[in-house]
């Protein structure tokens, strides 16, 4: 079963950028549905951004101009730039993968993003 490690969270301030990266520890990027989902504490999980199996991209409203998804399929590594942080942003952030960015099979370990005021 496919594998993908997670990595480029922290504590950053309101205002600032961070970039995710996702790696697989296969081709499953050229294939599969991918996307970056959400957590923050006492909420539920919530897709952020992804990549449709059919390649096209798909946003969460509250970050549509700020973040953007992005892969290179050479390195099997997804990426989620996040600019103009906001305090909400604070969440655990999930690279998953699957039919459907939307019902994901494979998820990550996760990494923690805290955006302070």
């Known amino acids: 079963q496919v594998q993908l490690v997670e990595s480029g969270g922290g504590l950053v301030q309101a205002g600032g950028s961070l970039r995710l990266s996702c790696v697989a520890s296969?081709?499953?990027?050229?294939?599969?549905?991918v996307g970056w989902h959400r957590q923050a504490p006492g909420k539920q999980r919530e897709l952020v951004a992804g990549f449709t199996s059919g390649g096209s991209t798909n946003y969460a409203d509250s970050v549509k101009g700020r973040f953007t998804i992005s892969r290179d399929n050479a390195k099997n590594t997804v990426y989620l730039q996040m600019n103009s942080l906001e305090p909400e942003d604070t969440a655990v952030y999930y690279c998953?993968?699957?039919?459907?960015?939307?019902?994901?099979?494979?998820w990550g370990q996760g990494t923690q993003v805290t955006v302070s005021s």
């Open positions: 998953a993968v699957g039919r459907s960015i939307w019902i994901p099979d494979v």
């Open positions: 296969g081709s499953i990027f050229r294939i599969a549905a």
